[in-house]
């Protein structure tokens, strides 16, 4: 392990390897973050849950990923026996956002979500910069982690995850990236959860690869998949669990935020009350910085730390009278290079850290 912000743990080998060495690295903050999540389920349930019915219920999910990633289950049965914790839960954490989507919706009525944006070509160098912030529950700031992993087969990838998950965001070598939003849909069923298709997007050689992770197959929920190149060649995939709508910045600088764009897909959003005047307010905020024609990583990670419909903005603080386990705030914020192979992150509000670099070479 490195030291830095973030944690930094260093993998490779076979996809039940790198689980076990995540989850026996980080087993304290694994075994602290699937105790909270659950908790954070129970307590919040619009549907009344206990430990059995959850792990019950939850088992056509894990089925259907095992049909479409096994590598991924096998990755984080590595975790749930590095950490030695049950595999359900394993998987139940990896499930954080395709849970809520499905029967626990109360559970994400606070989160204000994520604000993702790309530049095709950076002010000066050129370069595809990729980024977002990443907002969930205030609790899961401390379980920020960053994986260099070099598996057996298939390219290198560096990946910003949370303790417990097999990858949230990221880019690999051959210069491929992806970021994402939490979209609420109506139509979830067992499929692929969000984070499996992180990490598939980030198994592939080529953006014609990438783009098929999101779009092909049933999904578990909805969210949204920016994905890019370090050539400037950018997919903008809005998904639902059976429907998905593509979006081409056509070389501009292009974001996204919490709600479907595409007015064919709208009919399946679940409005969430409490985080759509949020979406709309950033989106609103994120269109009109992206006009400048002097973007680059810096102005870049300045917009993170946007405080525009502050406390419900890009750089989000939630409410000071919202518990933790409910307060979505900003718990990490990235700029990525992919020319450059290279993640530029801040663990927390961009207004109040800083951002370390870290390499895909180390």
Same mark, same amino acid.
């Given at each position: 392990?490195?030291?830095?912000?973030?944690?930094?743990?260093?993998?490779?080998?076979?996809?039940?390897? +790198?689980?076990?060495?995540?989850?026996?690295?980080?087993?304290?903050?694994?075994?602290?973050?699937?105790?909270?999540?659950?908790?954070?389920?129970?307590?919040?349930?619009?549907?009344?849950?206990?430990?059995?019915?959850?792990?019950?219920?939850?088992?056509?999910?894990?089925? %259907?990923? *095992?049909?479409?990633?096994?590598?991924?289950?096998?990755?984080?049965?590595?975790?749930?026996?590095?950490?030695?914790?049950?595999?359900?839960?394993?998987? #139940?954490?990896?499930?954080?956002?395709?849970?809520?989507?499905?029967?626990?919706?109360?559970?994400?009525?606070?989160?204000?979500?994520?604000?993702?944006?790309?530049?095709?070509?950076?002010?000066?160098?050129?370069?595809?910069?990729?980024?977002?912030?990443?907002?969930?529950?205030?609790?899961? *700031?401390?379980?920020?982690?960053?994986?260099?992993? *070099?598996?057996? #087969?298939?390219?290198?990838?560096?990946?910003?995850?949370?303790?417990?998950?097999?990858?949230?965001?990221?880019?690999?070598?051959?210069?491929?990236?992806?970021?994402?939003?939490?979209?609420?849909?109506?139509?979830?069923?067992?499929?692929?959860?969000?984070?499996?298709?992180?990490?598939?997007?980030?198994?592939?050689?080529?953006?014609?690869?990438?783009?098929?992770?999101?779009?092909?197959?049933? *999904?578990?929920?909805?969210?949204?998949?920016?994905?890019?190149?370090? %050539?400037?060649?950018?997919?903008?995939?809005?998904?639902?669990?059976?429907?998905?709508?593509?979006?081409?910045?056509?070389?501009?600088?292009?974001?996204?935020?919490?709600?479907?764009?595409?007015?064919?897909?709208?009919?399946? #959003?679940?409005?969430?009350?409490?985080?759509?005047?949020?979406? +709309?307010?950033?989106?609103?905020?994120?269109?009109?910085?992206?006009?400048?024609?002097?973007?680059?990583?810096?102005?870049?990670?300045?917009?993170?730390?946007?405080?525009?419909?502050?406390?419900?903005?890009?750089?989000?603080?939630?409410?000071?009278?919202?518990?933790?386990?409910?307060?979505?705030?900003? +718990?990490?914020?990235?700029?990525?290079?992919?020319?450059?192979?290279?993640?530029?992150?801040?663990?927390?509000?961009?207004?109040?850290?800083?951002?370390?670099?870290?390499?895909?070479?180390?």
């Amino acid at each position: 392990m490195n030291d830095t912000t973030i944690p930094l743990l260093n993998v490779s080998g076979t996809p039940s390897a +790198i689980g076990e060495a995540h989850g026996e690295t980080f087993r304290d903050l694994v075994r602290e973050h699937i105790s909270c999540h659950r908790d954070w389920i129970f307590e919040n349930s619009a549907v009344p849950m206990d430990a059995e019915s959850l792990d019950a219920t939850w088992e056509p999910w894990v089925e %259907a990923n *095992r049909q479409v990633a096994p590598e991924l289950v096998e990755e984080m049965e590595g975790i749930a026996r590095g950490a030695d914790v049950p595999f359900a839960h394993v998987f #139940q954490v990896n499930s954080l956002l395709d849970v809520g989507n499905l029967r626990w919706i109360d559970c994400v009525q606070q989160l204000v979500g994520c604000t993702c944006f790309v530049v095709p070509h950076e002010a000066g160098t050129g370069q595809t910069l990729l980024g977002q912030t990443y907002d969930l529950a205030a609790f899961r *700031r401390r379980f920020n982690i960053v994986l260099r992993i *070099r598996p057996d #087969q298939g390219p290198s990838q560096l990946v910003y995850s949370l303790a417990g998950m097999v990858g949230l965001a990221g880019l690999n070598e051959h210069g491929l990236g992806i970021n994402i939003n939490y979209l609420s849909s109506k139509d979830c069923q067992p499929g692929k959860l969000h984070s499996v298709i992180v990490r598939q997007v980030l198994a592939a050689t080529n953006l014609a690869d990438a783009a098929a992770a999101p779009t092909a197959g049933t *999904r578990a929920g909805g969210s949204h998949y920016l994905v890019a190149d370090d %050539a400037g060649h950018v997919v903008s995939v809005e998904t639902t669990a059976e429907q998905f709508a593509l979006l081409y910045p056509d070389g501009k600088p292009y974001g996204h935020t919490n709600h479907y764009l595409s007015e064919w897909l709208q009919p399946r #959003q679940v409005i969430r009350s409490t985080a759509i005047g949020s979406s +709309i307010a950033r989106y609103t905020a994120l269109r009109r910085f992206l006009q400048r024609d002097d973007l680059d990583r810096d102005a870049l990670k300045a917009m993170t730390a946007d405080h525009s419909s502050y406390p419900r903005s890009i750089c989000a603080h939630g409410g000071p009278e919202e518990p933790d386990h409910l307060r979505g705030s900003t +718990i990490a914020a990235m700029v990525q290079v992919l020319g450059e192979r290279s993640m530029h992150i801040c663990g927390g509000c961009a207004c109040e850290g800083e951002y370390q670099e870290i390499s895909l070479e180390g």
